[in-house]
């Protein structure tokens, strides 16, 4: 039973260590990290049956275009720190009891519902799914959900066995994860039951998942003609980009660079766009797992979730005034991808799960005078080399 238990616990750090990966990315461990779970995401990438599991579905390098985006991007954050918050209190009152010779802890949570240790790390779980929404983190929420509740089950099991008469009692005034009114409402009480529960569960979570993902897609800030689609960043910027993008697109630097019949992804962002390493390697600066300020990033993306994205590369100490200048006046900067086994109804079939994306060039422009300041050739993959990376 000790081994079942410490094969289970095994399980579940292994879902945090995976759904915290956009800290750990961001972090001067990304290599090592990388090193051993990036085999594991190219590898269900190579099969249709399994590709979607690493692609995402809510925004995470743009800033969510609408409201209802906006809402569940910040309930990710509420959810981490609510679910982490009671995990942490639910843990210290259980050890300030076995350290006072109390015994079982059974006011506060504990009153109402027998397990709410594992009820914490379920909502913060959820949490970083919204965070870091990667298709296979939402499967091993699940899966860590299922875990959690084998758990209860055996632990319940063993304090009957232990004091039949009071835990007895103590389960009939209290539910296992909800409170007892509650959970006879909406859980069965047989384990048929409740595999049937769990079953509908994961259908709710995972084809709610790709509602969403197609809901992101349908509200994007974009422009397309025949064969270029445009992302503008930014919502802000998308009036910008309707504009004066025709007319980018027509600069000789521009033409001449795209094949024709060939579909691009371009990215309309500021030149100081904190999160471009995510579509390209566009220079060393935006590789942000060798940058000095992991720990104050990773506050802003739990506490400020739209702040890293709108304020940009130039409000971190390592950035200069120059980038800062660029951001705030008409200089924009354009990645240009080029997208291959597009599949669906135009423009949005550049974002299907299993079309390839291939960075080309970028171009600093004044989207004012049209005059280019840069133009540069980029490699074929990310700041992240072959890790795969949002593209919304």
């Known amino acids: 039973m000790k081994k079942s238990k410490a094969l289970f616990n095994s399980a579940i750090v292994l879902y945090f260590i995976i759904?915290?990966?956009?800290?750990?990315?961001?972090?001067?461990?990304?290599?090592f990290f990388?090193?051993?779970?990036?085999?594991?995401?190219?590898?269900?990438?190579?099969?249709?049956?399994?590709?979607?599991?690493?692609?995402?579905?809510?925004?995470?390098?743009?800033?969510?275009?609408?409201g209802f985006l906006k809402v569940i991007r910040v309930m990710g954050s509420v959810l981490l720190v609510a679910g982490m918050a009671a995990f942490l209190?639910?843990?210290?009152?259980?050890?300030?009891h076995k350290l006072l010779r109390k015994g079982a802890a059974l006011r506060g949570l504990y009153a109402v519902i027998r397990h709410p240790q594992y009820l914490g790390l379920g909502v913060a779980g959820l949490g970083l799914a919204i965070l870091w929404p990667r298709f296979l983190v939402a499967v091993l929420w699940l899966v860590m959900i299922l875990l959690y509740y084998l758990l209860a089950t055996d632990e319940e099991r063993r304090m009957l066995r232990a004091y039949p008469e009071t835990y007895a009692a103590y389960m009939e005034k209290t539910g296992m994860f909800l409170p007892r009114r509650v959970e006879r409402r909406v859980l069965p009480g047989s384990a048929a039951g409740r595999g049937v529960a769990f079953v509908l569960i994961a259908v709710l979570v995972l084809g709610g998942a790709f509602a969403l993902r197609d809901y992101t897609v349908r509200h994007l800030a974009l422009w397309a003609d025949a064969n270029v689609v445009a992302l503008a960043v930014n919502p802000n910027d998308a009036g910008m980009m309707d504009y004066r993008?025709?007319?980018?697109?027509r600069l000789p630097e521009v033409r001449d660079r795209l094949a024709g019949g060939q579909q691009y992804l371009v990215y309309f962002l500021p030149a100081d766009y904190i999160m471009q390493g995510l579509i390209a390697d566009t220079g060393g600066e935006w590789r942000l797992y060798k940058q000095h300020h992991t720990l104050s990033m990773i506050t802003d993306w739990i506490l400020h979730p739209f702040g890293h994205l709108t304020e940009g590369h130039a409000m971190h100490p390592t950035a200069g005034p120059p980038a800062h200048a660029m951001a705030q006046g008409m200089e924009r900067r354009l990645v240009f991808v080029k997208v291959s086994g597009t599949t669906g109804q135009a423009p949005f079939g550049v974002f299907a799960i299993g079309a390839e994306r291939s960075p080309q060039f970028m171009l600093d422009v004044n989207v004012h005078t049209l005059s280019v300041l840069s133009l540069k050739d980029l490699p074929k993959q990310t700041a992240w080399a072959n890790v795969p990376t949002p593209v919304f």
């Open 19 to 31: 759904a915290l990966e956009f800290l750990i990315m961001i972090s001067p461990f990304a290599g």
């Open 34 to 66: 990388y090193a051993v779970f990036n085999p594991l995401l190219i590898a269900v990438g190579e099969y249709r049956a399994t590709r979607w599991l690493s692609a995402f579905f809510l925004p995470h390098m743009v800033v969510p275009p609408d």
């Open 89 to 96: 209190l639910c843990a210290l009152q259980v050890y300030a």
């Open 245 to 249: 993008l025709p007319e980018v697109l």
